[in-house]
């Protein structure tokens, strides 16, 4: 049995896997990211954590492929990034620190991406090569899958579907100082935006408050059959429907996976983007079916660990 | 010194090509395409005119490393066509077909795909490894190369950058069924129904002639400073450019390559693409580089060749 590790590093957590080559996970826990002095410890600090868990595993250095990991950055195909706000991070070269500090073979990928590919691995895409993910959450995230390899791009920032334009009517600037883009729909302070711009003209009743509306409260109406939480739904739907059709076109998936926090609302939230999807996509790619993320927060250390097992 | 075959399989003619493994071509030549009978000799004839050619060469079938091929039409990852209306093929397996006739390896790609591959081996995109590639023609068509792989998607119709919507307010109708798409106004026809409605209602002077307008009298009278000529090239730029900064969040490549009849024009038509393109862009895209295609009629034969010099 060979065995290999699934880094996810965050800005407050780092979450580790410990799995066996066939995907069995052996072991998950996480440590503290600390990003004091230019994060200069957390690679040390990983590569510590590992070599104890090796031990309490009783695992040979020799049955190890290697250390996946997922940061959030851009990575270049040399596995360096020019910085990450998150952790503190200048340009660092990524893959080479951490296998001289480890002696093991290391791949690195941006943070989304690599959660994309644990989706394709072992979560709403399994068993697939050909995958959107789309994560909505405080922004909006993805990752594509071409023929089982992330699209990571010249610079490391491929699949920034929340930054495809889909509104050149927009008035307000997102955070990377466009305009239109599609994180300002379709994210949780997206729908949050459509939800305060709707109730503030609002004269029908509603159980939405706009002072503290949040994308929870939308689909909890949904739920209840709120009229007005419904159109903001269908609003969000649009966006993000029409968005993905135009990214089908390009990528011909077969699987489109939603993941993010503003997927916990669960399958209501697929009906409103896939009646959008369906007015707008291309004839070829009418047979791309819609799932959940399944892996929750573990899907960055499943996908760490495919990329390195991957090979 | 090893060889191999790139096809081009169009309607009218096959190109064919014989390289060194290098990307050397030692010969070009075409043969007329029989489409009569649900074109079942096509496949023959090229393995024919094949051996012709090697014989006439003196190349050993041992030195023969494959043949690869570009067809009109989605090709799955088997190397299958469900159809092919310039061809006249139903479903055919064309891999498989065609390595039983000639013995060698085969490998099969869509025609446009195949060509935006020949484009980064030898072209407009020469030394990278993410590019983009468009071919504005009587359509709009492209492909995408992400590190170094054609992303040809689940039914192999990846890469349909005509078909990514870029007005959702249109209410002519496209080739496909939808409104808005790209190729509605960045193709060669797509141009001249730009002018024509513009022409309509213009009351300026302009050389352009309603009736007879085309895309390159278009170009020509932009290079005269035709205002008519230069405010619809705009508009051709902006849904273009506009499009490929969308494409560019999800792709992240080196190089954006135009091609087709349209880009004959020259440097010109990159100028009013790229001034649209840099008002959009994501931030992390804008070093991307836009270049014409080199290769002309000869991207689809290099890019077969590389199909199987890649495997």
Redesign the interface.
Known sequence: MKYCLGVDVGGTTVKLGLFEDNGTVLDKWEIVTNTKNEGKAILPDISATIFSKLVEHKIKKEDVIGIGMGVPA?VT?EGTVNGSANLGWKYKEVKREMEELSGFKVNVGNDANVAALGEMWKGGGAG???MVMVTLGTGVGGG?I??G?I???????????G???VN?EETDICG???KGCLEQYASATGIVRLAKKKLEKEVRSTKLIKDTVTAKDVFDCVKEGDVVAIEIAEEFGAYLG?AL???C??????VIVIGGGVSKAGEIILTFIKNAFEE?V????S??RFALAALGNDAGIYGAAKLILED
Do not use: Q, W
Not at 151 to 161: D, F, K, L, P, Q
Not at 249 to 254: F, G, Q, R, W
Not at 282 to 285: L, S
């Open positions: 851009p195909a697939e090569k050909n594509l071409s023929n390899h699209v990571a791009g010249n610079n490391g920032a491929g699949g920034e579907i930054h495809i334009c050149y990377c100082g466009n029409y059709a135009n990214i076109a390009l990528m011909d998936p077969t707008r291309f004839f070829a790619n047979n791309v």
